[in-house]
Every structure is written in structure tokens, then in C-alpha cells.
């Protein structure tokens, strides 16, 4: 008797490969998620790949799902020859610009991601640094950390706190701008979006005012960056923008690097006008000589803002659920639609 699906005969049970990293695969798969899979589909030997070698490509002629992740190579012509029955790619990662070929969309093959299941971490990240760095709790703790005092005189330098009645600024409306506009409802600020392609009204709707760009940078005591990173938007934020930024405003990148000019950032830090909490750099790694490291002002993070260790299994059950809803002939509602990914991360 053939493989089922929850006992249902009538429907062969598809056939499906894991491509990610060891490390990936052991990240985002425990045994529950492991055994939910296998009610789904059947696994081949090797379950999971890597490189694409002789042996995988041999098994992909059977293949009806690849399920990608961290870890995982472009989807190229010889990948795609070897998979004539190849009905959908289902990446347990946010960006598929790097792992999708113009040959996936011509063949009409499903792509779906975990983009949505990843800003949630991102924007939950970036509330946290938010309500930090407006309270100035980061420079509290280092006055009091290296004066002992609790309340000397040091505490006048300062800068009043921009809290209650502070000025957000969010560049980009995107999965992650949208969460973070969300979270920040219930804590009095005033929330500013910089976004061509936002909609006016979806931005009124989350309680945020639609700006230019050159304007949220003025006016913002935090500029948090959500864009993608595309030719359009590299150096976006450019030395003439980062210098109109208020004095000890604060800049939070947790989208890409080159969004930012690195160099503008760091000498305004230095000059103590401003602060910024970077936990993505270009490039990325950091050399281990860069002048961010140690930088007054300068807080970096190590690329830690997306999923992590249990948050990376939201990935899977996104993933999974996406991939039950294909078995069962539905349409996945994390779908990757090709003509935005010129405008999306």
C-alpha cells in the first residue's frame, strides 16, 4: 500500500528534501517538528543536503518539495534538470533573491518563506533598543559604572530622555517596520514612516504619520532603519542625512549594513551628536581593526536581532504549515511574490 497522508489512500505521499546546514537543520528541527514533517511527506536517504553531488541529484528526480535554509546553494539549471517533478520551494529563511533563479518562476514552482515568522524577532529586538536608548539607560549604566556615584554630577551630561512624547522615526514600511510601529502603540511616542511605496492609509492605521525621508531624519530622536537592501537604497541613509539628524539622536540598523554610511555614523558618534546601535555593518564581518569597535558611542550587536535558538523554531512552524497546506491543495499564505522582490528584502 502506498504512503498516506493522516490515513487517506487515496493520495500518494510526496516526496520532499531537506537543503540547509547541519547546524541549520539542527536549529530548526527538533524531534516534534522532525515527526511532523515525516506525517507529510516522505524523506529520502539522505534527508538532508547540502551540496548537490552526485547522489543528491540523483534522488531529486522524485522530489516534490525542497524545503531550504541557511546553508543551502542557488537553485541553478542543473539543480532544476534533476528535478522534473519539483512543485514548491519552501525556505525556512527570510530572503530568497540568493537561492531562486529566473527558472523557478518560469517553471510556475511555489516559492514560500519565513520572512513574516522572522520580523517578529527583528521587531521585537528593536522595541527593546528603542525604549533602552530613549530612557539613555546604556549611558546611565556607564556613568554609574565608572563614577560609583548614583547621583553625582555626572548624571548632567546627560541628555533628557525621549520617552514619553519622543519622535520615532521608521524607515521602510515593511514586515519588520510594520511590527515595529505596532509595538511601539502602547508607549507614547510619535511614530514617523519613510516609505515610497507605503500606503498612506495603512500607515494611519497603525498610528504612524508618512513623511520624506530627509524630514524623518530631521525631526526623529530615534531613527530605526527597516528598507531592504537594494541598488536604490545602498547609502541611503548618506552623510548629509545622518548630519542632520538632531543632536543625540539614535540610530538603530537591523536591516543591512549598506543601507548606511558607516563613515558619517562614526564621526558624528565621536563627535558625541549621536548614537547607534548597529547590529548589522558592511561589510559584515567587521575586520577586527575597525574603528567600530570601541567607538564612543557605538554599540555593536552581532547580527543577533533575527531568529535564535527556540525563536528559529517559529521558522519551521511556518514553514510546515506552509508545506501541509500545499500537500492538502491549498494556496500557502507565505507566499513569495515575484514582481515585489525588486522592493522587499
Same mark, same amino acid.
Given at each position: #500500500?502506498?504512503?498516506?497522508?493522516?490515513?487517506?489512500?487515496?493520495?500518494?505521499?510526496?516526496?520532499?528534501? +531537506?537543503?540547509?546546514?547541519?547546524?541549520?537543520?539542527?536549529?530548526?528541527?527538533?524531534?516534534?517538528?522532525?515527526?511532523?514533517?515525516?506525517?507529510?511527506?516522505?524523506?529520502?536517504?539522505?534527508?538532508?543536503?547540502?551540496?548537490?553531488?552526485?547522489?543528491?541529484?540523483?534522488?531529486?528526480?522524485?522530489?516534490?518539495?525542497?524545503?531550504?535554509?541557511?546553508?543551502?546553494?542557488?537553485?541553478?539549471?542543473?539543480?532544476?534538470? %534533476? %528535478?522534473?517533478?519539483?512543485?514548491?520551494?519552501?525556505?525556512?529563511?527570510?530572503?530568497?533573491?540568493?537561492?531562486?533563479?529566473?527558472?523557478?518562476?518560469?517553471?510556475?514552482?511555489?516559492?514560500?518563506?519565513?520572512?513574516?515568522?522572522?520580523?517578529?524577532?527583528? @521587531?521585537?529586538? *528593536?522595541?527593546? #533598543?528603542?525604549?533602552?536608548? @530613549?530612557?539613555?539607560?546604556?549611558?546611565?549604566?556607564?556613568?554609574?559604572?565608572?563614577?560609583?556615584?548614583?547621583?553625582?554630577?555626572?548624571?548632567?551630561?546627560?541628555?533628557?530622555? =525621549?520617552?514619553?512624547?519622543?519622535?520615532?522615526?521608521?524607515?521602510?514600511?515593511?514586515?519588520?517596520?510594520?511590527?515595529?510601529?505596532?509595538?511601539?502603540?502602547?508607549?507614547?511616542?510619535?511614530?514617523?514612516? %519613510?516609505?515610497?511605496?507605503? %500606503?498612506?492609509?495603512?500607515?494611519?492605521?497603525?498610528?504612524?504619520?508618512?513623511?520624506?525621508?530627509?524630514?524623518?531624519?530631521?525631526? $526623529?530622536?530615534?531613527?530605526?532603519?527597516?528598507?531592504?537592501?537594494?541598488?536604490?537604497?545602498?547609502?541611503?541613509?548618506?552623510?548629509?542625512?545622518?548630519? $542632520?539628524?538632531?543632536?543625540? =539622536?539614535?540610530?538603530?540598523?537591523?536591516?543591512?549594513?549598506?543601507?548606511?554610511?558607516?563613515? @558619517?555614523?562614526?564621526?558624528?558618534?565621536?563627535?558625541?551628536? +549621536?548614537?547607534?546601535?548597529?547590529?548589522?555593518?558592511?561589510?559584515?564581518?567587521?575586520?577586527?581593526? $575597525?574603528?567600530?569597535?570601541?567607538?564612543?558611542?557605538?554599540?555593536?550587536?552581532?547580527?543577533?536581532?533575527? =531568529? #535564535?535558538?527556540?525563536?528559529?523554531?517559529?521558522? *519551521?512552524?511556518? *514553514?510546515?504549515?506552509?508545506?501541509?497546506?500545499?500537500?492538502?491543495?491549498?494556496?500557502? @499564505?507565505?507566499?513569495?511574490?515575484? $514582481? #515585489?522582490?525588486? +522592493?522587499?528584502?
Amino acid at each position: #500500500m502506498a504512503d498516506t497522508v493522516d490515513g487517506d489512500t487515496s493520495r500518494q505521499r510526496r516526496h520532499a528534501l +531537506l537543503v540547509m546546514s547541519a547546524r541549520t537543520h539542527a536549529d530548526l528541527f527538533d524531534d516534534s517538528r522532525v515527526a511532523r514533517l515525516r506525517s507529510l511527506v516522505t524523506l529520502g536517504d539522505p534527508a538532508r543536503v547540502d551540496v548537490f553531488d552526485r547522489r543528491a541529484l540523483a534522488q531529486l528526480a522524485q522530489v516534490e518539495y525542497l524545503i531550504t535554509g541557511w546553508g543551502a546553494p542557488r537553485l541553478g539549471s542543473e539543480v532544476l534538470r %534533476a %528535478a522534473p517533478r519539483l512543485r514548491a520551494i519552501l525556505h525556512t529563511g527570510g530572503s530568497v533573491k540568493n537561492l531562486v533563479t529566473d527558472e523557478v518562476w518560469e517553471r510556475g514552482i511555489v516559492v514560500t518563506s519565513a520572512a513574516e515568522a522572522n520580523a517578529i524577532p527583528v @521587531a521585537e529586538f *528593536t522595541l527593546a #533598543m528603542i525604549l533602552l536608548e @530613549a530612557k539613555r539607560v546604556p549611558e546611565y549604566i556607564a556613568g554609574y559604572a565608572s563614577t560609583r556615584d548614583v547621583a553625582g554630577d555626572w548624571r548632567d551630561g546627560i541628555a533628557s530622555a =525621549a520617552t514619553f512624547g519622543g519622535v520615532v522615526g521608521l524607515v521602510g514600511f515593511s514586515r519588520v517596520g510594520r511590527r515595529v510601529a505596532a509595538l511601539l502603540a502602547p508607549f507614547g511616542f510619535d511614530v514617523l514612516v %519613510a516609505d515610497p511605496y507605503a %500606503a498612506p492609509d495603512e500607515v494611519r492605521a497603525a498610528g504612524a504619520h508618512l513623511v520624506e525621508l530627509d524630514a524623518l531624519m530631521r525631526r $526623529s530622536d530615534i531613527v530605526s532603519v527597516h528598507a531592504p537592501e537594494l541598488p536604490s537604497t545602498r547609502r541611503l541613509l548618506n552623510a548629509p542625512r545622518i548630519a $542632520s539628524m538632531r543632536p543625540n =539622536a539614535v540610530l538603530i540598523n537591523t536591516a543591512r549594513g549598506s543601507l548606511i554610511d558607516t563613515g @558619517a555614523v562614526l564621526e558624528r558618534c565621536r563627535q558625541g551628536l +549621536l548614537r547607534a546601535v548597529l547590529d548589522v555593518t558592511d561589510p559584515e564581518p567587521l575586520p577586527a581593526d $575597525s574603528p567600530l569597535f570601541g567607538a564612543p558611542g557605538v554599540v555593536l550587536t552581532p547580527h543577533i536581532a533575527g =531568529a #535564535m535558538h527556540a525563536e528559529t523554531l517559529r521558522l *519551521t512552524d511556518s *514553514t510546515l504549515d506552509g508545506l501541509e497546506t500545499l500537500v492538502r491543495g491549498g494556496a500557502p @499564505a507565505n507566499l513569495v511574490d515575484r $514582481s #515585489m522582490l525588486g +522592493l522587499s528584502a
